[in-house]
C-alpha cells in the first residue's frame, strides 16, 4: 500500500510539473481544487448510501487524488506540502487515542469516543501540546 500511495503522489505531481505538467493543473487555484474535493467527498457519500462499493472504492481514488492536488498547490505557493499534512494526521491520532499509545484506560467505543472528545477539547484549550 505505501508503495501505491507514493505512485498516486508521484503521478499527481508529474501533472504540477512546470515543464512536462498538464497545462490546467499548473495553473490551478487552490479554491477550484477545494470545490472539485467536495464533490468527490459527495460521491463517496453517495456510493457509500448506495451500498455500492465498487463505485465507493473509486470514488475515495478520487479524494485521495484531490487531496494531493490541494498539497501540491499548497507547497507551490509556499504553505505547506503532503508530508507535513501526514506528520500532522499521525501526530494527532497519536495524542487522541491515550488508550492505545499511552497508558489510558479504555474498554468500550463510547469510551474511546469520550477520550477523543476530551483530547480535543484539551487541544483547543491549549492545555496537551499540538
Known amino acids: 500500500m505505501e508503495n501505491e500511495i507514493k505512485k498516486l503522489v508521484q503521478t499527481v505531481q508529474k501533472l504540477h510539473d512546470p515543464i512536462k505538467g498538464c ?6 487555484p487552490l479554491s477550484d481544487v477545494i470545490n472539485k474535493l467536495k464533490q468527490e467527498v459527495d ?4 456510493a457509500f448510501e448506495k451500498n455500492d462499493f465498487e463505485n465507493l472504492k473509486e470514488e475515495i481514488g478520487d479524494v485521495l487524488i484531490d487531496l494531493i ?5 499548497a507547497k507551490k505557493e509556499g ?4 508530508s507535513q499534512s501526514l506528520v500532522e494526521a499521525k501526530n494527532k491520532l497519536i495524542r487522541r487515542h491515550p488508550h492505545v499509545w499511552g497508558n489510558r484506560k479504555c474498554n468500550t467505543p463510547e469510551e474511546a469516543e469520550a477520550i477523543w472528545q476530551e483530547m480535543k477539547q484539551k487541544e483547543r484549550l491549549g492545555l496537551v501540546k499540538v
Not at 497545462?23 to 490551478?28: H, T, Y
Not at 460521491?43 to 453517495?46: G, N, Q
Not at 492536488?69 to 498547490?73: F, G, L, T, W
Not at 504553505?79 to 503532503?82: K, N
Open 69 to 73: 492536488h490541494i498539497s501540491e498547490v
Open 23 to 28: 497545462p490546467a493543473d499548473k495553473v490551478r
Open 43 to 46: 460521491e463517496v457519500v453517495l
Open 79 to 82: 504553505l505547506f506540502d503532503l
